[in-house]
């Protein structure tokens, strides 16, 4: 990991021809690198750059969701270089039944109407707190970006096996996460219930 690597990863890449995002009941794109099967839905996240905490958070999510759900396939497509991906895969904790794609060129991401963000939506002064709250709440923190940009918006799609958009979430900031539960039921899938919040014996609420 050097400056120069993290430098990169603040310069502006070359433009792209985005398209409109596909909508809910519109068919989702089709591209030769990703390859979407028909006996079982689809959950398909974009990450930001591999490095960004909240792309962690959200990889973690999906990790946890293909144990939940093997009647759903689950991908999640980097634009950071595969090398260092795959480090940042082991790093957060391994990729579990995700399938991973590579797009370093991001042709994938302008197909499904991802284009680049600003300034505000990278480093507003939400983004930077909800950055620290997640490191305090959660320790997920910032790690070295060693490829891709961090100026690339993220968006989740959940697609049935006839290859429709049932669901999706395009990011309007750094830190807007999806709603997973809401993800998995377009699919026609009922989220695994999550385990009681503890319950707290110091005498405080």
Known sequence: MSFSQEWESLKTPPKKDVKPAPVVGAKAPVHPNLTLPT????????????????????????????????DINFIAVSHSSSEATERWVVKVGG???????????????????????????????IV??????????????????????RWQTAGTFAIDENGQVRWRHIATRADDLPDWDA????????PKPKPPAPVRTDGFL
């Not at 930077?128 to 940009?149: A, D, F, H, V």
């Not at 993800?183 to 009922?190: C, E, K």
């Open 183 to 190: 993800a998995v039921q377009s699919v026609g899938v009922t």
């Open 39 to 70: 006996d079982k839905p689809t959950i398909i996240t974009f990450l930001r750059h591999c490095g960004c905490p909240f792309a962690e958070k959200s990889f973690k999510a999906l990790t946890k969701l293909s144990t939940d759900h093997k």
């Open 128 to 149: 930077l707190y909800n950055t620290l709250q997640l490191g305090k709440k959660e320790n997920i923190w910032n790690r070295p970006t060693e490829s891709g940009s």
């Open 95 to 125: 990729n579990w039944d995700v399938t991973v794609v590579i797009d370093e060129e991001r042709d994938l991401y302008a197909l499904f109407g991802l284009g680049m963000s600003t300034t505000w939506h990278a480093l507003s002064p």
